[in-house]
Structures are given as C-alpha cells and as structure tokens.
C-alpha cells in the first residue's frame, strides 16, 4: 500500500515562510509529484509540480517566485519552500504522485494523481 506522509506544516505570519515535506513510501522517480491545495469552501488547486524524471517543474501563477518544489530521489521525499506567504495560501495542503511513467496533460490538475497525501495544514495571519 502506498503512502504519502505530508509535514512541516503550521502557523505563520504574512511574509513568514515554511518548507512542507512529504515522505513517500514509493519509489518517486520517473513520475509526477505535485502539491495541492485545498481552502475552506474552494476546489482543490494545484499549486506545484515536479516530474522527477528530468526535474522539470510546473508552477501555478499565484506561487510563482514564491514557491519552489524539489525533490530527493534517494529518500524518496518531496518538498515545497514555501516562502512570502500570503493569507491567501492558508489551506490544507496534499502532496500526490502519478503512477511511473505517466503521460499526462497539464500536471497542475488533480485527476492526473493516483496517490494522496492526508494533507498538512498552513495557516497565514495577516
């Protein structure tokens, strides 16, 4: 059974930042891993993405320059430093992954990802 363990989390401050991380119990390379996010009342959005394969990355326009998702193959870990958070990004956020090899279309849609994360969540004060 896979498992994806999402953490680091937590309250901050507007301008503040956090590194959320996610434990993967897969072998994360050659796929799509992306982060969610999921606000009270809204749909869940992408936020990033990473195909592990050649590293390249995709990031939605409200994060771009702020956020940067990474990855180590070799401890099967998924990252996103997260970094002048706004209040807008308080939500719940979920780390998935494609199956290996995935061709997929746009990589910031959540339908594409077969396997979840809990979720963590990241609150912003203003």
């Known amino acids: 059974q896979v498992h994806l363990v999402e953490s680091g989390g937590g309250s901050v401050q507007a301008g503040g930042s956090l590194r959320l991380s996610c434990a993967a119990s897969l072998d994360t390379s050659n796929r799509y891993m992306g982060w969610f996010r999921q606000a009270p009342g809204k749909e869940r959005e992408g936020v990033a993405a990473?195909?592990?394969?050649?590293?390249?990355?995709y990031y939605a326009d409200s994060v771009k320059g702020r956020f940067t998702i990474s990855r180590d193959n070799a401890k099967n870990t998924l990252y996103l430093q997260m970094n002048s958070l706004k209040p807008e990004d308080t939500a719940m956020y979920y780390c998935?992954?494609?199956?290996?090899?995935?061709?997929?279309?746009?990589?910031?849609?959540?339908?594409?990802?077969?396997?979840w994360g809990q979720g963590t969540q990241v609150t912003v004060s203003s």
């Open positions: 990473i195909y592990t394969g050649i590293s390249s990355t």
């Open positions: 998935a992954a494609t199956a290996r090899y995935a061709r997929i279309g746009n990589p910031l849609l959540s339908h594409y990802f077969h396997y």
